[in-house]
């Protein structure tokens, strides 16, 4: 077998996405809706595994309790106006005038011809607000104004009195949510990547000012260990701090894990230093006082938030590609997805060998199913075809019913991996599934 580590493109990914029905362009049979993906069987699954420990991961801190939020995802105007969405989440935008295509004036050289119809005549640079507007109610006259939220943050901050109160937390403490997120980005691109309709996991860490620079070092380590827990390539990650002229209205420094893709390093999470800008700017725009008494100075204060904010859909493309991998075996090509285990979308499959083992292999793979419900069964086609099949969705054992089943009470194991083989005793199969589960 040739384990060389081939160079991933943008395009594998993508076909392989909707040939295994991971992803699918969304609206397909109307050609297709820019920037907005649904998600089949695998996503979900995958989707769900990321979720799950995404959860698992920012409740482990020693350091306070964290609570779940859902917010709503439609917010009225007055929540972007305090929120300086209105007036600061813009980018820069400029048209060809010749062939009218749009771009972000950041992401081209203008000195340069437009690279779709090769004339240079660009407009002048505009600022695009990239919050998607619509009016609440039926008639336009009496509409309000509202936004599809650009962040899942703001619910958190909206709420955060009514958190406190309801659940009686004590600062230092931690607010997280997830769900979609919508921006009008002027140009949606590398799949994933940059979506108009996204789904964020974000935790807003409410402390005092003192402790909230320690704070931001724990959490950015405690997030870049999230990413190797989830078993991608150390050597491809990094923390990368923000220039001042890099950071977003509401920040006062920034730092963003960044994985390196084959478009270069990019951000996959963001862990910003909020300050009490969203709880003081609430405060002032709500005239409701979001302050929280400190019961040592016997003085209001507001709390300073560290975020730790990750796109669901970005970190999905980033195990994507960590785990895509060409190599030979026997002479014949395979894809394969290297999860880690625990992100696997599908665990174990049982295959088996020809139709007559079909009884017994059922067997297996209802008792096995008891003891986790993400395993398949195939029966159709070759073996070979059958495993290439797990391995291009990254399932990480097989189980083989074979002609000798029968009569020794082993099945044949297969290591996605390695693709080494070996045989186990029937009755020994849920454990050995869940002990390399485990590793
Ligand atoms: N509340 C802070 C915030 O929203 P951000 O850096 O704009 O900060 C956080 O977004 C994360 O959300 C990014 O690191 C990325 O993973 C994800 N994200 C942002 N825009 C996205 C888009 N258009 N498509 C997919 N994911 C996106």
Redesign the pocket.
């Known amino acids: 077998m040739s384990n060389k580590k081939t160079a991933v493109h943008l395009d594998n990914i993508v076909a392989l996405c909707k040939r295994r029905g991971f992803v699918y362009q969304s609206a397909d049979i109307y050609g297709g809706l820019n920037?907005v993906y649904d998600f089949g069987h695998l996503g979900v699954l995958l989707k769900n595994n990321i979720r799950e420990l995404w959860k698992e991961s920012v409740t482990q801190t020693d350091h306070g309790q964290v609570l779940f939020l859902e917010g709503a995802l439609l917010g009225p105007r007055s929540v972007w106006e305090a929120s300086g969405h209105v007036d600061c989440f813009h980018d820069p935008m400029v048209d060809c005038q010749n062939c009218k295509s749009r771009y972000r004036a950041d992401h081209i050289n203008l000195e340069k011809a437009c690279p779709k119809c090769g004339q240079k005549k660009w407009t002048a640079i505009k600022q695009f607000n990239m919050m998607f507007k619509t009016e609440l109610g039926a008639a336009v006259e009496t509409a309000s104004d509202a936004y599809l939220r650009?962040?899942?943050?703001q619910a958190i901050f909206t709420n955060f009195k009514n958190i406190m109160a309801t659940n009686r937390v004590k600062i230092p403490f931690g607010i997280a949510q997830i769900g979609k997120?919508f921006?009008n980005?002027i140009n949606?691109r590398q799949f994933?990547?940059?979506?108009?309709e996204?789904e964020?996991m974000?935790i807003e860490w409410f402390c005092k000012q003192e402790n909230s620079d320690m704070f931001f070092d724990f959490w950015q380590e405690s997030r870049l260990n999230f990413f190797k827990q989830l078993g991608i390539t150390p050597e491809k990650l990094r923390l990368r701090a923000h220039d001042k002229d890099e950071l977003?209205h509401y920040s006062t420094k920034c730092s963003?894990v960044e994985y390196e893709f084959p478009f270069g390093w990019q951000?996959?999470?963001?862990i910003?230093h909020r300050g009490n800008y969203d709880l003081s700017q609430h405060t002032k725009h709500s005239g409701k006082d979001l302050g929280v008494f400190d019961e040592q100075t016997k003085e209001s204060y507001i709390p300073d938030v560290v975020?730790c904010?990750?796109?669901v859909?970005?970190?999905f493309l980033t195990v994507l590609f960590d785990a895509y991998q060409e190599d030979v075996i026997d002479n014949e090509q395979r894809t394969v997805l290297k999860f880690s285990p625990a992100i696997a979308p599908i665990k174990a499959a049982i295959l088996p060998l020809t139709k007559k083992q079909l009884e017994q292999a059922e067997k297996i793979f209802k008792n096995l199913k008891k003891t986790n419900s993400d395993i398949t069964f195939d029966v159709s086609g070759s073996i070979g075809k059958r495993y290439r099949r797990q391995d291009e969705i990254g399932t990480p054992l097989c189980f083989t019913y074979d002609f000798d089943s029968d009569n020794d009470h082993m099945v044949t194991v297969r290591d996605r991996d390695t693709t080494k083989q070996e045989r186990i005793a029937i009755d020994k199969v849920a454990a050995y599934m869940q002990n390399k589960l485990k590793a």
Do not use: H
């Open positions: 920037g650009p962040e899942t943050a997120a921006r980005e949606p994933l990547f940059r979506m108009r996204f964020q974000e977003a963003d951000e996959v999470e963001g910003a975020e904010s990750v796109g859909d970005r970190l």
